[in-house]
């Protein structure tokens, strides 16, 4: 049980989820949760101020330490719970500069830039749509090379970090038939109890987007 | 020495510079290194594109391991050459957290983004330059709590990957007497003997930029 650690969090935020599925899977349950809602500003509120002076989610806490940072929290987390719940880095030297590799290109398929109205263009627009199709090829390539997993053979940090934008570009839509790699990889982890106990609660019974299924 | 492992880089990237000081603090000197230039196009060529399909510099390869992300390169280094070189990794639990936190955090330092010419506008201009003063006070303020290291009293991976940005920064003419702390921890770094041996070839003897005066 993980009564020293706090996790602040927001649904249906890929930082946020991170976090949690790491806390799942080195069998932490049991730490202090408290949700959020990023629509009412809760985010900017005095309990994230105080643990995150950016005003963003997640805020965690473990015991007096404090790490925001999402990728920070789930590299930390796996190093000080080495012994505890799944191993989540591979012994192989090729696979583990396979999860690096991954885990930070993955901060590369991230397609939500927000621009004020003023300054929309069509231009940005289709330039934006263009580049995460490429993105999305690559991600689809590299499945088809070495899957099942990101690294390759095993569930490790890559999946914990990437999987929640993966699946966020299902929820917006992704059109299965056109990646279909990546949408076995999608309905493989999704089913995995550290995924499906901390499936975003606002995705549940909604239906999801449809912004990428021309992409 | 290093003669299994092989570097691409070009001058003045942050990106690349971090791999070169993480390589020169684990006592990894006599790799392959070959300087590619931004300006010529070099980093969408060949020898690039045959180690890193993205065309982006650094493409760095150990033995048949390939690790192009910044991130993950000076991660795995520290990792495969645990007792080679400087420790770049704090045993003091806070510490390594806080040195998780700041490394992450670095992603927000970053300031340059380039935006077509047709798409441009003053007003996100000024929100960009806005962003980046509050960014940079927020370092400001850690350096006040937390040096002379980021992460605390060592030099760590915080420093190796986040020193580049800084310096960046002040090449762009940030104005030391408005960052006194920054200004100071960026006078002791650069003195580090990775840091003066990888100091990007083209900010010899060249004058840097005014664009970040004002801040």
Chains 1, 2 share one sequence.
């Not at 602040?8 to 080195?26: D, N, Q, T």
């Not at 890559?158 to 839509?173: C, E, K, S, T």
Request: aromatic share 12%.
């Amino acid at each position: 049980m993980a009564k020293d650690m706090t996790l602040l969090w927001g649904p249906g935020s890929p930082p946020c989820w991170r976090v949690m599925i790491a806390l799942e899977e080195k069998g932490l349950q049991g730490y202090n949760s408290k949700q959020l809602s990023f629509e009412k500003g809760e985010h900017k509120g005095k309990d994230v101020l105080a643990i995150n002076p950016r005003g963003q989610l997640p805020a965690f806490k473990h015991g007096n330490i404090t790490l925001n940072e999402s990728y920070g929290a789930c590299i930390y987390l796996e190093e000080q719970f080495k012994g505890q719940g799944n191993k989540l880095t591979p012994e192989n030297k090729a696979e583990l500069a396979l999860m690096y590799q991954r885990m930070f290109e993955g901060q590369s398929l991230f397609y939500d830039r927000f621009v004020p109205e003023g300054e929309r263009h069509d231009s940005a627009k289709q330039r934006f749509a263009g580049q995460l199709k490429d993105e999305i090829k690559l991600w689809e390539g590299y499945m088809q090379a070495t899957g099942p997993y990101l690294a390759g053979k095993s569930f490790s940090l890559a999946d914990v970090i990437v999987f929640p934008v993966i699946a966020f570009l299902f929820r917006f839509g992704l059109n299965e038939e056109h990646f279909p790699k990546l949408a076995a990889y999608h309905n493989t982890v999704k089913d995995r109890p550290s995924v499906k106990n901390t499936w975003p609660p606002n995705w549940k019974d909604t239906p999801g987007m449809d912004a990428l299924k021309n992409l």
